[in-house]
């Protein structure tokens, strides 16, 4: 038997979505006091002391289920993909009833927003069930106190394989374009900056068209993208191809050629050419790294009522046919 290590690197990786949702969320509650009282800015100070306390807050409760879950002898991803959206869940709710955020979620929206970092939670989990790594049990079970199981020699498998269809990993990948159209705003903020007198007001919108931007594309992209991921595993696997490298060219090229079709329709779209088939390969590489391998599953049975016909493929009687001289 299995656990999940105790990794502070793992934990690290964990902890990227929620510190990512953790800061749209942030953003949004500063820009949302801005209608509301538009002259009480929170000071830098205080904004960073709400985040950081979320941030070890949700750190605590992910490793708190770590230890929980390696003292139930749980190491399956699913476990530990449920455990992160649960503790994201009662850390969202520990901030909310003990007001460790900068605003309240308005009337209606508690359990909308909080969909958000118990997603993130899920991601963050099944992170940290990946990166860790497993550790072999010293300690059987039923053995006596003090007893020390031998530890057995980890068994190997030396037959065909194929690459996993993984839920965790085509979420992970359909999250690729979001986070690279995120990006773009980063390029145009000194021109938008320059347009606002007030600068101020400038800084304010200098956060919230990233973290918008990030809302809109996850709210508009990831479905597509995610049975696009799913087309391009099951072409990679119909293919036989399950290197990083390859899930990359294949993921490119279905991005590269599906832009392409669409440009014919919409003109505009020729621009994103490139741009797709670069995103597309990562979502390959990203989905390949995260999905793993599985062996392949054994052929059914075959049913026969005349031992005759159970032939090998290559024996004459499958490549030629005896004749019988009638009188």
């Known amino acids: 038997m299995y656990l999940v290590k105790n990794s502070a690197r793992a934990l690290f990786a964990a902890l990227i979505p929620l510190a990512i ?7 949004f509650a500063i820009a949302g006091g801005q209608v509301t009282d538009p002259v009480g800015v929170p000071a830098p100070d205080q904004m960073l002391v709400f985040y950081a306390g979320r941030m070890a807050m949700n750190a605590a409760l992910l490793f708190t289920g770590h230890l929980l879950l390696r003292q139930w002898t749980i190491s399956s991803r699913l476990a530990y993909g449920s455990m992160g959206g649960v503790m994201a ?3 969202y709710g520990i901030a909310i009833r003990h007001h460790i955020q900068l ?4 009337d209606g929206t508690v359990v909308t927003i909080g969909l958000l970092p118990t997603i ?3 991601i963050g989990g099944f992170l940290y069930g990946q990166f860790a ?4 049990v010293a300690r059987a079970a039923g053995a006596a106190a003090g ?3 031998p530890v057995s020699p980890q068994l ?3 037959g065909p394989v194929r690459v996993r269809t993984s839920f965790a990993g085509i979420v992970i990948a359909a999250l690729i374009p979001t986070v690279l159209a995120t990006l773009l705003p980063y390029t145009l903020l000194p021109l938008l900056m320059n347009g606002f007198a007030d600068k101020s007001t400038a800084h304010i919108f200098a956060a919230v068209i990233p973290a918008q931007t990030f809302m809109v594309m996850m709210v508009i992209s990831v479905i597509p993208s995610s049975i696009f991921m799913l087309c391009v595993h099951h072409v990679a696997r119909a293919m036989s191809r399950g290197n990083a490298w390859e899930y990359a060219a294949i993921g490119g090229g279905a991005a590269f050629a599906c ?9 505009l779209l020729a621009f994103l050419v490139m741009p797709a088939a670069f995103c597309g390969a990562v979502m390959g590489a990203i989905y390949r790294r995260f999905a793993g391998l599985e062996p392949m599953p054994l052929p059914e049975a075959v049913i026969a009522t005349d031992p005759n016909a159970l032939v090998d493929a290559d024996h004459p009687s499958r490549h030629q046919h005896g004749v019988i001289l009638s009188n």
């Open 259 to 267: 832009t392409l079709l669409l440009a014919f329709a919409v003109p």
């Open 120 to 122: 993130a939670g899920m």
């Open 147 to 149: 007893a020390v199981a």
């Open 133 to 136: 790594g497993l550790s072999p």
């Open 21 to 27: 949702v953790e800061a749209v969320l942030l953003v």
């Open 89 to 91: 869940a009662v850390s």
């Open 156 to 158: 190997v498998f030396n």
């Open 103 to 106: 605003a309240a979620p308005g």
